[in-house]
């Protein structure tokens, strides 16, 4: 700039005199490319968001999806064991209060200490 401001003009890359008016006109086309590659950088950074954010909604909905599996099938397997010890102390009732009362002696055992 300062070649500009006192009339006197520079040598370019090619050997060939440069005008102020040629470096002022490179300096605007630069000044568009660096608008240009910072709208092009703005755009990829927010599609970089938009996907980072698709992919964390995705995986949070599939962890919500496989809780609820499994939340399923611990309430049927609770059934299923409710049912197996409900039948078993039909079948056998005395083994069944036996066996209550010697867990009932062993915890006792275990909470005086």
Partial sequence: MAAASTGRTT???NGTKAKPEDLEAEIARLREDVARL???LSATGQHSYSAA???ATEGAEQLRVKGEAAMENIRANASDIE???SDAVRE?????LAIAVGIG???ALLSRR
Avoid: C, E, N
């Fill in 38 to 40: 910072s709208a092009q």
């Fill in 105 to 107: 002696y062993f915890l």
């Fill in 83 to 85: 049912k197996q010890v």
């Fill in 11 to 13: 040598r370019g890359g």
């Fill in 53 to 55: 954010k698709r992919a």
């Fill in 92 to 96: 056998k009732p005395i083994s069944s």
